[in-house]
T-cell receptor
Framework: DAGVTQSPTHLIKTRGQQVTLRCSPK?????VSWYQQALGQGPQFIFQ???????QRGNFPDRFSGHQFPNYSSELNVNALLLGDSALYLC??????????????FGPGTRLTVL | GQNIDQPTEMTATEGAIVQINCTYQ??????LFWYQQHAGEAPTFLSY????GLEEKGRFSSFLSRSKGYSYLLLKELQMKDSASYLC???????????FGAGTQVVVTP
């Protein structure tokens, strides 16, 4: 089992550009959540996908959007990049029926640098 | 607002015990998680508490008091590999959204 995988590992963009990050959940997991982790901070919840729908959203602007595919993999899109979007973007997966009391598995993250 | 507070950094000696405190003020509570995160790596799950009391798992134990909005993670017989950031996270809704504290950097010295 490969666990949660994310691509790319690192990415450098300039202000105003757009970026797409990808996540493949752990086998058997149908729920994917995205988090942003700034340096020295804890992860901040961006949104969660289940059954190809955005089910819940954190305090992030509409520039942040996502998608979930029928195979449960997910994408995070960020438009009009700002310097402040530089962070580690983490994807976490879980089976929906155990998400409340069981661990969510995190991927290694994508390190995004905006210049 | 939602507040989850933990100390920024703690230093301890190899073989010793360290206790990392976490206090939370949230609207609602469904459970509290502790994660370990080594620099540049993914957070990995350590423990989960939903009822008051102590949960023990090997060298790691976690305690919860819901009435006080307080938890701690106890790391015993510290090893150099335990040097990492320890994240306290609370869930308050039925979707499993994790609300994290800023993390406590534990430095283990020889």
């Amino acid at each position: 089992d490969a666990g949660v995988t994310q691509s790319p590992t690192h990415l450098i963009k300039t202000r105003g550009q757009q970026v797409t990050l990808r996540c493949s959940p752990k086998s058997g997991h149908d729920t994917v959540s995205w988090y942003q982790q700034a340096l020295g901070q804890g992860p901040q919840f961006i949104f969660q996908y289940y059954e190809e729908e955005e089910r819940q959203r954190g305090n992030f602007p509409d520039r942040f959007s996502g998608h979930q595919f029928p195979n449960y993999s997910s994408e995070l899109n960020v438009n009009a990049l700002l310097l402040g979007d530089s962070a580690l973007y983490l994807c976490a997966s879980s089976p929906q029926d155990t998400i409340l009391y069981n661990e969510q598995f995190f991927g290694p993250g994508t390190r995004l640098t905006v210049l | 607002g939602q507040n989850i507070d933990q100390p920024t950094e703690m230093t301890a000696t190899e073989g010793a015990i360290v206790q990392i405190n976490c206090t939370y003020q949230t609207s609602g509570f469904n459970g509290l998680f502790w994660y370990q995160q080594h620099a540049g790596e993914a957070p990995t799950f350590l423990s989960y508490n939903v009822l008051d009391g102590l949960e023990e798992k090997g060298r790691f134990s976690s305690f919860l008091s819901r009435s006080k909005g307080y938890s701690y993670l106890l790391l015993k017989e510290l090893q150099m590999k335990d040097s990492a950031s320890y994240l306290c996270a609370v869930t308050t809704d039925s979707w499993g959204k994790l609300q994290f504290g800023a993390g406590t950097q534990v430095v283990v010295t020889p």
